[in-house]
């Protein structure tokens, strides 16, 4: 029986636990590091991958303690290379960056930058793609004035962050080059492969943003405009995520029906509104596909228009629309300007023309309206005087500032 507990590892582990707690009782957190490093691997051994990694970090915060940053790091590496080999890429790269960290605390500037690198293409690997983005920049700025050399595992983030986050067009053989100079190690490799087939694909993965019908550099607010959304790629794959720009001049009527079909290539209608005149924009839209050992990223391009205002509706009533006076006396006519446009109407031009028998009575026959808002009515008084017997006729013309924005109504005035 005895035989049987000292080879069961993870018997083995838990004396090296109460081994490090008894060190750490008495004040010496560099050999606590030491057993739970020891528990970590044996749970490794016995195929217990999240106790090593508890145990690997717990190594790793001992080694902190005693101020042991590179330790501190190295613990940190094998947890996440367990994480790595179990597919776990998000919480990797976090332990990646952390490792990182202490390694540039200690100067070990390239060390640092190649692991980071790692965790860079874990967080691309998981999906979380600002993150990788902004891990990148992180290191760009701490290399900015180092002199450290080339470093393969990050000129292959860059082109991945490139490919995958920015829309880059790499060239094939630039990739080729940086897949092969970067040399993963063992726990690595798996990370490397499905990350690099993914950056392959989603550089030959073509997403577009096309008008459905004629392009148009300009456009009406107010009035629908359709786009089609499409992607083509060289594989089967399936939408999991998407992500679009819009100008706020912009809203959408239909948003696009995205349904989770693994295929080659598939297409979307967008229905947009424009709401405010001025520039537009659509794009770009991001999606995320997936499909059997493959994620892409890909971006679309683009598409840039100008939004006119709205069109108005310009229209008049006149009431009554036939009136009878005596000779001499006035009548009174009601008239109305209408706008049932989506735009407003300005700088409106208004003339009254009378036949001969009609006179104005009460202020001038033009006049100038600054603004009939959409939707919206403005009414005022005619005051004409019969000067001659007969059957006259009152026309009113309203011209607004747009070309073809005018509108004419006529009534009768029976003088007698």
């Avoid at 208004?350 to 028998?357: A, R």
């Avoid at 919206?376 to 019969?386: A, K, S, T």
């Amino acid at each position: 029986m005895s035989r049987f507990l000292k080879k069961d590892p993870v018997k083995r582990a838990k004396k090296h636990i109460d081994r490090a707690l008894r060190e750490l009782e008495d004040g010496y957190p560099d050999y606590a590091s030491q057993e739970y490093e020891k528990a970590a691997n044996l749970f490794l051994e016995a195929a217990e991958e999240d106790f090593a990694v508890k145990y690997f970090r717990e190594a790793s915060y001992c080694a902190l303690e005693s101020n042991d940053h590179e330790r501190a790091a190295n613990m940190k590496i094998q947890a996440a290379d367990v994480l790595l080999v179990d597919g776990r890429f998000d919480e990797g790269g976090g332990l990646y960056s952390e490792a990182s960290d202490h390694l540039f605390r200690k100067k070990k500037v390239k060390e640092s930058t190649r692991i980071a690198s790692v965790g860079i293409l874990a967080y691309l690997a998981a999906r979380s793609f600002d993150t990788g983005v902004n891990l990148i920049r992180k290191i760009d700025r701490r290399i900015s004035d180092t002199s450290i050399g080339k470093v393969p595992t990050l000129e292959l983030a860059r082109l991945s962050v490139s490919i995958l986050c920015e829309g880059g067009d790499v060239p094939a053989t630039m990739l080729k080059k940086a897949i092969s100079s970067a040399k993963p190690r063992a726990a690595e490799e798996g990370l490397f492969t499905f990350l690099t087939e993914s950056v392959r694909i989603a550089r030959d993965t073509e997403v577009v943003i096309e008008w459905a019908g004629k392009a148009q550099d300009e456009v009406q607010a107010k009035t629908p405009i359709e786009f089609e959304l499409r992607y083509n790629c060289p594989v089967p794959v399936g939408v999991v995520n998407y992500r679009y720009s819009l100008s706020n001049s912009l809203s959408f009527t239909k948003e696009p029906a995205i349904e989770q079909k693994v295929v080659k290539q598939d297409s979307w209608l967008l229905e947009l509104m424009p709401v405010i005149s001025g520039s537009g924009t659509v794009g770009p839209f991001s999606l995320t596909l997936e499909g059997e050992n493959v994620l892409v990223s890909k971006m679309s391009n683009s598409l840039n228009f100008y939004i006119s205002r709205p069109p108005s509706d310009l229209s008049i009533e006149i009431s009554p629309e036939r009136v009878s006076c005596g000779l001499g006396d006035e009548a009174i006519l009601d008239v109305t300007f209408i706008n049932d446009g989506d735009g407003a109407a300005n700088n409106i031009k208004v003339k009254v023309e009378l036949s001969g028998g009609l006179e104005i009575s009460l202020g001038s026959d033009e006049k100038v309206i600054e603004f009939i808002g959409p939707k919206e009515r403005m009414r005022f008084q005619l005051f004409v005087r019969g000067v001659a017997l007969g059957e006259e006729t009152v026309t009113v013309n309203a011209e607004g500032s747009r070309k073809g924005e005018e509108a004419t109504k006529s009534s009768t005035v029976q003088v007698a």
